[in-house]
């Protein structure tokens, strides 16, 4: 099982989502604490590949972005619209 540790700005950017989109976010961050790489997650890794930041699904059009720890930790940085979320600096 995977444990998921939230920054903070994680936390501000998931608080002004959509009530809706929260709760699917909420259902898919329960397939990936038991598989990270669950087809319906789109789990991807994200250019620049050097900088180990991965990317899963909410919806079609809401992403959470990601770093592994190790092994069973990861670090979720922030989640958002796919139109902005690619832009963001990590």
């Known amino acids: 099982m995977i444990e998921i540790i939230v920054t903070k700005e994680f936390k501000k950017y998931y608080q002004a989502l959509p009530k809706e989109i929260q709760k699917k976010a909420i259902k898919q ?21 050097g900088r180990q930041v991965w990317s899963f699904r909410i919806d ?9 720890l190790d092994q ?13 979320i690619y832009k963001y600096r990590f």
């Open 29 to 49: 961050q329960r397939l990936f604490c038991q598989n990270p790489f669950y087809p319906s997650l789109n789990t991807e890794k994200l250019e620049p590949r």
């Open 60 to 68: 079609k059009d809401y992403r959470i972005v990601f770093r592994f």
């Open 72 to 84: 069973n930790k990861v670090l979720f940085l922030v989640c958002g619209h796919h139109s902005w």
